[in-house]
Structure formats: structure tokens, C-alpha cells
């Protein structure tokens, strides 16, 4: 977590680097969301987003700065992704499934680091730190501090999610509900900020790789649990995702207003 911080408290000329022309390139610094110009409220945060896993592949693009970046973030991927797996095994045991059933056919090979950083707000019934939202992926393992910001929707009430120090908090992403043909939710949620404590997060998502179909697993359906959710292409899936900002109603709407009419 500290070098997280150390991130965010760079002078700007370090940053600029870090912030590119192009949106996809795949380590990338941003304030408020990858389309500022679009934004219609800024929201009250800096992050950092690069791909973790597998290592070789990633690390070198990585930030050079902090000097222990790349080491000491390598390292803890590892740990991270591993404790992904043991959770995504508990997940598929509890659903009745085979130990690793998500394990397989990329569904759950790759890791995205994104780094929250919410500086003090002065006002913070202004703006959020992020917009209410669902996670994409297929679990997010979130660490934070002892400072409060998360909250999840739930019967239409914001509820605040306890900072619990050296705890993380697991929410379910919009594919594994789509995988578990809707019997795990996600849970939508957003960060508000504070006026007197700055507020840094990690988030890492367990997320799909390669040219994948995201559909409801055939172990879960049978006459009595018809699918609920068609196949969606993995890549075509994560860019509506981003064009409607993490609002899986509207993901889904976008492909049914595609859908030939009769
Ligand atoms: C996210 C997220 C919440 C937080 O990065 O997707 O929801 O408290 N972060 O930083
Ligand atoms: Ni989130």
C-alpha cells in the first residue's frame, strides 16, 4: 500500500508519462474516467490501470517509479492471483461445481491492477470518487485502508461498507454472473470521498484473457434453469462495458436493440 501511495505522490512531470495520448495503451494514469473531455461531472480520483498476469508479459511496462514498483507489485501478483483461485474454487464448490471449473479455457487467467487515489474533497456532496457501477470481471479483490468510501446499492439504499484494516472486500463481477447464469450477482457499488482524509485503494480483477465466450456455464442450466444470458463475446462484452460506464442494464440493452426485429 505504501507504494501505491507513492504513486500518486509524484510530481506532475512523472506522471505525465504516464498519462497517454491513446486510451488503450495498457499502462495508463487518468483523473476522473479514461474520457475527461466526456466527463459531465469530474469525478474525484486519480488511478493508475495496467494488466498484471502473467508477468512476463506486463512487468516491464510497468512504472519505473517507485524504483521498487515492478518487484515489489510482481511479487504481490502473484500472491494475489493465487488467492483469486482459491476463491474462484471455493466459489465453483459452493455452486455445486467441480474444484477449478473456472480455472480453465482462459476464463480466469489474467489480473488488472487499477489504483484508486481520492484526495481530500472540499466538498464532497459535489461530486464521487467513482460513479455507481458494476465490476466487469469475474471477482474484484479490493484492499483499502481504515478510511471509509465504498458503498454498495442494496433495495434501493447506499450502504457503507466497513474499512476493515488488512481485509480485503470481494465482489462479484458482471461475467461471473453471466457464468453462473445470474445466480451470483454483482453487486453494483460506488466510492464517495471525504473532506479531511485522502483515500487510496487497490483494486485486482480476476478477469478473462484471449478471444473467450462469456456464457451461462452448461452445468448450471437444464430445463428447469433455461439461460438467462446469451454468449457474449469477452472483448466486445468489456468495450460496451466501458462505453456505458460499468452499467450492466444498459450493456445488455445495447444488444438486444441490435437484435433482429420480427
Ligand atoms: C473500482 C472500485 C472502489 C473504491 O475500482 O472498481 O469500485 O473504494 N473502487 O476504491
Ligand atoms: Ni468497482
Redesign the pocket.
Known amino acids: 500500500m505504501s507504494i501505491f501511495k507513492e504513486v500518486f505522490e509524484k510530481p506532475n512531470e512523472y506522471k505525465h508519462d504516464l498519462y497517454p495520448e491513446e486510451i488503450l495503451k495498457t499502462c495508463k494514469m487518468f483523473s476522473s474516467t479514461l474520457k475527461y473531455e466526456c466527463d459531465k461531472v469530474h469525478l474525484w480520483r486519480d488511478s493508475l490501470r495496467h494488466p498484471a498476469y502473467p508477468l512476463e508479459e506486463w512487468q516491464h511496462l510497468w512504472p519505473e517509479y517507485p524504483n521498487t514498483y515492478r518487484e515489489c507489485v510482481g511479487n504481490y501478483s502473484v500472491k494475489i492471483k493465487e488467492l483469486g483461485s482459491r476463491i474462484m474454487n471455493l466459489i465453483s464448490e459452493g455452486l455445486g461445481l467441480e474444484c477449478g471449473y473456472f480455472d480453465n479455457d482462459n476464463l480466469s487467467d489474467s489480473l488488472v491492477i487499477?489504483l484508486?487515489h481520492y484526495p481530500p474533497c472540499p466538498d464532497p456532496s459535489l461530486t464521487l470518487?467513482?460513479i455507481k457501477?458494476f465490476?466487469a470481471y469475474l471477482i474484484?479483490v479490493?484492499q483499502?485502508e481504515d478510511i471509509c468510501?465504498?458503498q454498495v446499492l442494496k433495495d434501493g439504499e447506499w450502504i457503507a461498507v466497513d474499512a476493515i484494516p488488512h481485509a480485503f472486500v470481494i465482489n462479484i463481477g458482471c461475467a461471473l454472473q453471466i457464468l453462473t447464469n445470474g445466480k451470483l450477482k454483482s453487486a453494483e457499488?460506488r466510492?464517495v470521498t471525504n473532506s479531511d482524509q485522502a483515500r487510496t485503494?487497490a483494486?485486482f480483477f480476476i478477469a478473462p484473457s484471449g478471444d473467450c465466450f462469456i456464457e451461462p456455464t452448461k452445468d448450471l442450466i437444464d430445463e428447469h434453469n433455461p439461460p438467462i444470458y446469451k454468449s457474449y463475446e469477452y472483448k466486445e462484452l468489456l468495450t460496451r462495458f466501458f462505453k456505458k460506464h460499468g452499467d450492466m442494464d444498459m450493456v445488455l440493452k445495447s444488444y438486444e436493440e441490435e437484435e433482429p426485429k420480427d
Open positions: 487499477s484508486n470518487g467513482v457501477h465490476d474484484t479490493l483499502q468510501g465504498l457499488h466510492a485503494t483494486a
